[in-house]
C-alpha cells in the first residue's frame, strides 16, 4: 500500500457481515504501526522506536502490556520491577529478592533459600519475621521470642503448659 506521507494508510478484513472485524494501520504521521480486531486499533502497536503494546498505542517500554497477563512457561526478569505486583502461582526463582517501601510481601506457600553464602545471608531491614502460628517472632528491635509473638526481652522464651531448656553439647 503505496499513499501520502501524513495520515493511515488502512488494510481492512471483514466479511459479509462486517466489513472491518480486523485492521492492520500504518500512521504515516508518527511512523507507527497498529493491529486491531473487532473495530479496535489498539490491540498490538509497534513504534518508529520498535516498543511494542499490548493493549496501549503508546508503549514506554521494549514490551507495554496494559490488562492481566497470563504467561505459560519461563518469565525472565533480567533487572528490576520498579511499580506494580508480581504474583507467581507455582515457583518463582529470583536470583535477588529486595522489597523496599512500605507493601507487604506475603509468600503464602513459604520461603525456601538454598545456599545462602555468609556474605550474602537474609537481610531484614525494618521489619519482623513473625510466624504466628508457632508463636515465634524476631523483632527488628532485637527482641526474639518462643511461645511467644510479643517478646519483651532480647530472649523470651513462654510455655506454660511444660517449661523446659534444653542446652545440647
Known sequence: IISGNTG????????T????????IYNHTNNAFNIGTNGSSDD???TS???????TTTPGMKLSVEGNSNIKGSLTVANSITTGNLTATGTLSVGAFNVTGTATSTFSGGVSAVGLASSA??????GD?????????LTSAGYMGI???????????????APSISIID
Not at 522506536?49 to 493493549?55: C, D, E, H, N, P
Not at 519475621?129 to 517472632?137: C, D, E, H
Not at 511461645?147 to 503448659?161: F, Q
Open 8 to 15: 493511515n494508510s488502512v488494510l481492512y478484513f471483514g466479511d
Open 17 to 24: 457481515d462486517a466489513e472491518s472485524l480486523g485492521r492492520l
Open 44 to 46: 498490538l502497536a509497534i
Open 49 to 55: 522506536a520498535g516498543l511494542v503494546g499490548i493493549g
Open 121 to 126: 545471608g537474609l537481610t531484614l531491614t525494618g
Open 129 to 137: 519475621i513473625l510466624y504466628s502460628a508457632a508463636n515465634f517472632r
Open 147 to 161: 511461645g511467644t509473638t510479643n517478646p519483651g526481652e532480647k530472649l523470651e522464651i513462654s510455655d506454660a503448659s
